[in-house]
């Protein structure tokens, strides 16, 4: 088990997820890789880039900027708790559609093993069985997927 992926999204469940690849990657001394995917804007977040009523008028690109130095600044965060263990522990953030990301770095590079929550930061008054991420990532993954609940 020689590189464990833990995609993250700032939830409990991936905090858990996160304090499960630790106990892991101790245990079989495995390098970890912290991922999170910004995710495509919706449609009324793009006209932001035509609109003339929002304030400043901040292109959509800038706001995906913000949302990547704040996510690589959660993973550095979450990266820093792994302590003695952290230089093992790379971090990486991608832009794109959630799910379609993770799994192409699963089914495209050296991953052994995945660990995610079964929930997220989605809503939390309908609780399905899976949320929408990870039930696309278990359907999808080519390597075996730990779902922390
Ligand atoms: N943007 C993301 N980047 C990286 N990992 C993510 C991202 N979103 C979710 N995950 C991972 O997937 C797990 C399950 O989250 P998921 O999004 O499926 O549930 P949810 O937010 O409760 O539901 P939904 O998004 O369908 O409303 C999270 O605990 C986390 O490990
Ligand atoms: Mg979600």
Do not use: C, W
């Amino acid at each position: 088990m020689k590189k464990i992926l833990i995609p993250v999204d700032s939830s409990e469940f991936s905090e858990r997820a996160i304090e499960e690849g630790k106990k892991m990657a101790k245990a079989f001394g495995s390098e970890v890789v912290l991922l999170h995917i910004v995710g495509l804007k919706i449609p009324p977040m793009i006209t932001m880039r035509f609109s003339a009523t929002v304030p400043q008028g901040r292109p959509v690109d800038s706001y995906e900027d913000h949302e990547k130095k704040d996510a690589s600044d959660m993973l550095t965060a979450y990266k820093e708790s792994f302590g003695d263990m952290k230089d093992k522990v790379e971090t990486k953030v991608i832009h794109g559609i959630v799910a379609d990301e993770i799994l192409k770095i699963i089914n495209n590079t050296d991953v052994d093993l995945v660990i995610m929550g079964s929930h997220g930061i989605g809503s939390t008054l309908y609780r399905t069985l899976l949320g929408s991420v990870a039930n696309k990532v278990v359907h999808h993954s080519k390597k075996p997927v730990l779902v922390i609940k």
